[in-house]
């Protein structure tokens, strides 16, 4: 059981290359900061500046060349790839810019998904997919396909989704940065209903509007945070 005051992410001191050719590009140089159960947190900083490769490494989508990374006490590196993806499937959920849905799936059973994943039997997936449908607003469309919903309502496809698992922390990848700004703001205020419910929050935006409904705006700059600017 997480206690409260102790963080559910925690990153210590990470650093990142990418092998370009024969060069070592740096994309974290020292990364360093602590989550929160019940923080509403956004990354912020210019494209390139290593927002995409943090939520990846929290998110053990991609290793840490030095330093670590705790998620709900948990050390990343000490984790094996199946305890990571399981790490993935319960305790996390993501959301990218493009929505990720499969094109061939309903609303319903892209919610569904992660569940059949986890091995939810098929009464409660499709019970929770709709609840969750409900809950982003979108009951009515659980039996549309991803081309027949405007971007706004693919990316709430994509929230109820990301909570299918019922993770305790989501981890949101620029989730605004396809969608009008009235529509970003919607899903923003969505995020922040989700956020008042208890969950830990951490997305990545380049829009300042966007950032404005966090608790907490973290600034990266070229692989590094730079809070005090
Ligand atoms: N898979 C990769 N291979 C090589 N370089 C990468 C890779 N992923 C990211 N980078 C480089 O790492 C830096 C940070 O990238 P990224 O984390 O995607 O930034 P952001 O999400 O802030 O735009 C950039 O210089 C980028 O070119
Ligand atoms: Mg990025």
Same mark, same amino acid.
């Given at each position: 059981m997480q206690n409260k005051s102790e963080p559910i992410i925690i990153v210590d001191n990470v650093h990142k290359s990418y092998l370009m050719g024969k060069e070592a590009v740096p994309a974290l140089r020292g990364v360093s900061l602590e989550i929160y159960p019940g923080d509403f947190v956004c990354l912020m900083g210019p494209s390139g500046s290593g927002k995409t490769t943090l939520l990846n490494i929290i998110g053990g989508l991609d290793e840490a060349g030095r330093g670590h990374v705790i998620v709900d006490e948990d050390n /990343?590196? +000490? *984790?094996s790839e199946d305890e990571l993806a399981s790490l993935r499937l319960h305790k996390m959920g993501f959301i990218f810019q493009s929505y990720? /849905? *499969? +094109?061939?799936?309903t609303a319903q059973e892209n919610v569904e998904s992660p569940m059949v994943l986890a091995k939810v039997g098929r009464g409660e997936r499709q019970d929770r997919a709709k609840k969750l449908l409900d809950k982003v607003g979108l009951g009515d469309r659980s039996h549309h396909y991803p081309s027949e919903l405007s971007g706004g309502q693919q990316q709430r496809v994509a929230i109820a989704r990301a909570l299918a698992n019922d993770p305790s922390i989501l981890i949101a990848d620029?989730?605004?940065?396809? /969608?009008d700004s009235e529509t970003g703001f919607a899903i923003m205020e969505l995020a922040t209903q989700l956020n008042q419910d208890g969950m830990t929050i951490v997305y990545v935006t380049h829009d300042p509007r966007m950032a404005e409904f966090s608790e907490k705006v973290i600034q990266i700059r070229d692989g590094k945070i730079v809070n005090n600017l």
């Open positions: /990343l590196v +000490a *984790l990720n /849905l *499969l +094109a061939s799936f620029e989730m605004t940065g396809d /969608l």
